[in-house]
């Protein structure tokens, strides 16, 4: 629910005895078949790694070519590329989906009603689908309230950068459009899909909270909430919520998101639960009981089957359709090839990394586009596509001027591999450092204070 959770949200499943392109329906199913030890252990040790593999930010499956379905899946757990493919085809997922290309026509518009640039996530493509924007664009110039929605599952204490993705793009969001924020905190989903015990995942809401609150965000405008908190203290939340799922099928969830008879009956009841934040109506302490407030959700694409859903079932509750800013999925640090994973530290920068560590990672695992040789790499240049330096520089170097120097210098052969890294470690090691200065100040009565229900500012 990290809504930039790339779950890595982040997810995939190792390649062991049994095949990635097999559902784990089907394995688990094998499993108890055969119902022998070695095949319990086995599917333990599995279901451990694929644990620990989905996280908020989503990475491409690696397995490879023959173990790959024939098309790519993405889905709130895991993206699998295609047969013979390296990456996700997110010109593909939009047609999937059937949502909308945000091209240079919406830039305009936003700048245009916002009179602010636009962020360099959206002219970089990193958030590159939406769906309804424009309607929300319409409300705000007529004067008409809307907010912003967005969300983390609590899966872990340290977060990754890329975690920061949705929140930084989200701040951006409430800062141009001076709007109420709510975010969801999904421990119940943790609780349910992971080998957490309740209070665990509680705690971990909060300490991510600490994360979330040191992005900037403004205590006046934002409403940081734990579902397992807020769904014991606000009748309306749950429901809303029975509202949601009395108009959803098991059929109809099942084809969604692929549960299967051995999910636990949690698993296919929580979709309604992270849909309801969509209605003001959950939030009586800000919205009262106006159920005609439009709702904004920027998140990862992986998230989108939840608001499909939610928006099926919107117009027959009364309320307005969400509409959704999509984002690309952060590559993991080795590459195309790898995954993001809390068991393995060089996987990802964590937030809790100090500067040493990072210039470590960066130059010992970093992938690179470069060539093979310093004269091949001199003759014929570097791919910034798969190189993850240059990846991680479209994120976080804001400077367009000087990303597009890099990338031409290094594509032409003048910039090396190891100049590269450089950049991007010049770049990470403050923006890191700076975080953990402002979540280190960060208190527990602030984080109670982000999360009392209370009434909140509407600047527009």
Request: net charge negative.
């Amino acid at each position: 629910c990290c809504y930039v959770q790339v779950g890595g949200l982040t997810g995939v499943i190792p390649s062991l005895a049994i095949s990635t392109s097999h559902s784990w329906a089907v394995c688990a199913g094998i499993v108890r078949w055969y119902s022998s030890s070695v095949a319990r252990l086995l599917l333990s040790s599995k279901a451990v790694e694929l644990e620990m593999a989905t996280e908020e930010q989503k990475e491409v499956d690696v397995c490879q070519a023959q173990e790959r379905p024939k098309e790519q899946i993405v889905d709130p757990w895991k993206a699998v590329a295609a047969e013979g493919k390296d990456t996700i085809d997110y010109d593909k997922l939009i047609e999937q989906f059937g949502s909308k290309r945000i091209d240079g026509r919406l830039l305009d518009r936003i700048e245009q009603v916002t009179g602010k640039k636009a962020h360099h996530f959206l002219k970089r493509g990193i958030f590159f689908s939406h769906r309804e924007v424009p309607k929300i664009l319409d409300a705000y110039e007529k004067g008409q309230p809307f907010y912003l929605y967005t969300g983390r599952g609590p899966s872990s204490e340290a977060m990754h950068l890329g975690h920061l993705i949705p929140f930084q793009f989200t701040k951006y969001l409430q800062d141009v459009f001076d709007v109420p924020l709510v975010i969801q905190m999904t421990d119940d989903e943790k609780f349910l899909w992971k080998k957490l015990g309740i209070e665990e995942a509680h705690r971990l809401a909060y300490e991510n909270a600490k994360d979330i609150i040191a992005c900037g965000f403004d205590m006046k405008k934002t409403f940081i909430f734990s579902n397992l908190d807020y769904m014991s203290s606000c009748p309306k939340f749950y429901r809303n919520i029975l509202e949601i799922q009395k108009l959803v099928t098991c059929n109809q969830v099942k084809a969604i998101f692929g549960f299967t008879g051995t999910d636990n009956i949690g698993m296919m009841a929580f979709p309604a639960v992270q849909a309801a934040p969509s209605f003001s109506t959950t939030f009586p302490h800000i919205f009262g009981d106006n159920s005609d407030v439009q709702c904004l959700i920027p998140c990862a694409i992986d998230q989108d089957p939840y608001f499909r859903m939610t928006r099926d079932v919107a117009p027959r509750l009364g309320y307005h359709k969400p509409a959704l800013f999509h984002s690309t999925f952060f590559p993991a640090l080795q590459g195309p090839q790898s995954k993001m994973s809390s068991s393995d530290p060089t996987s990802a920068i964590f937030l809790t990394d100090s500067s040493e560590e990072i210039k470590e990672k960066v130059l010992k695992y970093t992938f690179s586009g470069g060539r093979d040789t310093l004269k091949e790499h001199r003759e014929f240049g570097g791919n910034t596509e798969v190189d993850v330096a240059y990846q991680y520089l479209t994120f976080f170097m804001e400077d367009d001027e000087k990303l597009a120097h890099i990338k031409q210098d290094y594509e032409s052969g003048k910039l090396l591999s190891g100049e590269m890294k450089q950049e991007l470690i010049q770049v990470l090691q403050p923006l890191v450092e700076s975080h953990q200065e402002k979540r280190n100040a960060v208190t527990d009565s602030m984080v109670k204070e982000f999360m009392a229900q209370r009434p909140l500012d509407f600047g527009h």
